[in-house]
């Protein structure tokens, strides 16, 4: 089973927070990037690896805006182009390192592996809460020696809950409620519902929100491939009822936000981010969140990277056996494909940027 | 070097203490196998491996003597049917992961990897000291990255003990003493014979049967390809004879097993006891020979991990020489080789069990 | 881009001290080498496989000058010839491993991998300051995990020194000075030079020569395909001129001595040794240098193991860009691929040894 990635698409390489004035070397689907701000704050992403003997930029010093290799001291500036060679003035006319777009939004850095001629800036996915002033955010990174679509079955089969993640978000009833399935083509978002009423509250909403009782629990999941996956979570005692006006006001809401990066062919960076409209000033509901998302988070990447090993071991040609649940991410598994499939030959943008 | 199994054979898969109400996780011969037992005592082996997803089962639970999958809850009987799924009432009908016959005897857990249709337990070799009550056993199971082939060959020429086993086992003499082969072909079983006249005592049976002088030293061999190894070993204070009714009790007796149970191409769980018949309620007796066939069983892992080394980075064809003491080793490598050819075609068996 | 070896040469395998009545096992371009010293002081390589079945003869023990094999007792003599095996007394007539060339000369041991008929210790190069009397020398070896080509490349291009090794022996200067490179196809050198007038003076050279301004500073290499390097390098207060007479004797010299020896396609053994004419007696002085050149030589290994990493996982065909700077490391790639080439077509030279 080989995994191909869908290069002319927007990846979250990181959190803004992570760009600086020192250097990150990230490597997204299978390409090795330096990323860092200029001085005024711009993020720029350059190919990590210098035209003369291959060095990793990362591993070199900024001078100003520009990048100076800790080999040889071959300078870049931040469009790719080498400004300075040792020991000659001039300076070879290719000596030049791919630049690649970078947009910075809802508090992560996007960037665009395949041609920059169709990266179009309009067409990333929102996850508007993360840097709202209207949202409490918490969030984090996790490596996953796992190749990425065992993240995204993983996350748009939430039945798992009930059985990795019991004594967290899983209960019996999250397993036990069907789920409905559907797919925008348009739009390329594969959406998955499940609602559950007068339902045992897990632990992750009753100590963050302080129900006491049974709830309402709504899971409505958006999946934009290849990266953003969004969780529209809703848990509320039972019988707060959605008002005729939309007026939800009285349930509580977290906005669940993951970002599915390809590193290499088996293993992935798993951003997450957990936002939620209530207890919004309370630091000891932040800490509880954030201990538990990444207590969870933990959870999964345990069993995919045991996944990945069996995956690895496993003989060509293996079937496996999918049922109701997998609608979801059978669907994401054919969009993506479709993705790859497109490559170069995807459509112009209206804007092109970088 | 290609290693191969021989699939349609008994194998060890585990001591029977090993297998209780907790999943254990084994593979054998390549195949990923999950150990239990059900209420009533009886040992289940099944494939580890989810058909849903591919999770492994031994990372699972029991739920009374069904396992149910650890990550969306598939729930499997102990023939392997699976009886639950998640979000729906319909099992699909291919929902089954493999069953394996299993036996426990001897105080092993013996488990057959081929064709179920040709699976006799009347075939299992017997090692009847093990769980007998006339004799005492220690035993330990050391895992070893190296192919079980080097383990064999390790086994039948008893010469190395001089080289790797001096100060335990091992004296000059058992080099120095020329060996005596036999195959039986009918039964499948290689002997190899060494027996020493007038020795030193290793301090391995110095130590345990307070022999303070001299010692007619017998090595027995037997070896059941692929898995069972039996060396029937003697000593005497030189000049006891065994009486012409064959009545040998003025010796010490000591029953020698070895189970080479292939785990992978080049790893090997490399089980391992030691009955005796005398000094049997002394605990430092038990507790001396536990802890020196330990140490020398780790001294052989040590050396056949190098070799293995040797040999993944040798050249192709590379030719080994052999000489008389490898001729039990040969013997063996040729039926074990047989044994790989014979495959499918094994001749039906009176009885079939799992 | 695969790594080949040029078998028809010599190659420092150890130092002198390195090799004694212990044995010593060490990879040398591929091949398992063990080397000892028999009883009266000769270096001895004999190839680290036992014929009978492939035990490292590393792992074993000597018998006067005879390697006894540790795990069957096969014995060797110092010519690799079988003298004994375990259980019989006929010697089969194959039972011999390779002997290899070996000479001991300027501190080093070096070998000869390729075609013994063709090995003449006359065209070793040297290195006389590391065994003289007249010179004080402080020496090591590091493991690289690299490929050894990568060292080539940065020893012969020494603008390096600026960017990787600042604070030690690199300033601004030695980056931004122009080379001169030459050929000699003739005798097999390539000679690249810097000489740095009215430059700082590094803290290397600072502190064991006293010197306290700005100096003259020479750099002259010396490289002779495939092992040995050679840095002439002067350090002199500004002003202090090489006598019309050639007398330099109011100049520090140092001679820097690399053997660079391939252990596998992707590691290597890198010998350094740093030899000096001045402060000859003083301990501080040896202690500084050695600790000073160990960091350096620990920067470029840090910096080259990396480099392997980016080269591993490289695309196929990628090209590097070369600049001025590189005419002496290309010079040695070339010099390197026609020995490669040549292999076992080399001229039968004058004096063969062994």
Same mark, same amino acid.
């Given at each position: #089973?080989?995994? +191909? ?19 990150? $070397?990230?490597?997204?689907? $299978? ?88 990266? +179009? ?11 709202? +002033? ?6 984090? #990174?996790?490596?996953?020696?796992? !190749? /990425? ?17 019991? $004594? /967290? ?5 999250? @397993? ?9 083509? +348009? ?8 609602? #559950? ?8 909403? @009753? ?15 958006? /999946? ?9 979570? !809703? ?99 054919? #969009? ?6 497109? $490559? ?11």
């Amino acid at each position: #089973m080989k995994t +191909d990635f869908a290069r002319n698409q927007w990846y979250v390489a990181a959190y803004g927070t992570e760009v600086s004035r020192s250097l990150l $070397g990230r490597t997204i689907c $299978g390409e090795a990037i330096v990323f860092y701000r200029s001085a005024n704050g711009e993020p720029v992403a350059l190919a990590d690896r210098c035209v003369h003997r291959q060095y990793r930029l990362s591993a070199s010093a900024l001078d100003g805006d520009n990048l100076v290799c800790g080999y040889h001291g071959f300078t870049y500036d931040t469009t790719g182009s080498c400004v300075q060679v040792p020991g000659q003035r001039r300076i070879p006319r290719t000596a030049r390192v791919k630049r690649y777009p970078v947009v910075e939004q809802d508090s992560f850095i996007w960037v665009w592996i395949g041609d920059e001629a169709v990266a +179009d800036p309009q067409t990333i996915p929102r996850a508007p809460w993360l840097a709202s +002033d209207e949202w409490t955010t918490v969030c984090g #990174m996790e490596p996953l020696a796992a !190749r /990425y679509g065992l993240l995204i079955d993983n996350l748009l089969d939430l039945s798992h809950e009930t059985y990795l993640h019991g $004594g /967290y978000i899983g209960t019996p009833e999250v @397993a036990e409620t069907p789920i409905t399935t559907e797919v925008d083509e +348009d739009h390329g978002i594969v959406f998955v519902s499940r609602h #559950m009423d007068d339902v045992a509250c897990p632990p992750f909403y @009753a100590k963050s929100t302080g129900i006491e009782g049974r709830i309402d629990r709504w899971q409505d999941i958006e /999946y934009h491939p290849p990266c953003l996956y969004l969780l529209h979570s !809703r848990v509320a005692p039972v019988g707060v009822q959605l008002g005729s006006d939309g007026d939800d006001s009285r349930a509580f809401h977290v906005e669940v936000v993951y970002a599915i990066t390809p590193e290499t062919q088996t293993s992935t960076h798993d951003f997450w981010a957990v936002a939620r409209d209530f207890a919004r000033d309370d630091q000891g509901v932040s800490d509880f969140l954030a201990e538990s998302n990444r207590t969870v988070v933990l959870q999964d990447v345990a069993a995919l990277n045991l996944l990945e090993t069996v995956i690895a071991a496993e003989p060509a040609g293996y079937q496996e056996l999918s049922i109701n649940i997998d609608t979801g991410g059978l669907a994401a598994r054919r #969009m993506l494909a479709d993705q790859i499939a497109a $490559g170069d030959s995807a459509r112009l943008p209206a804007t092109v940027t970088g």
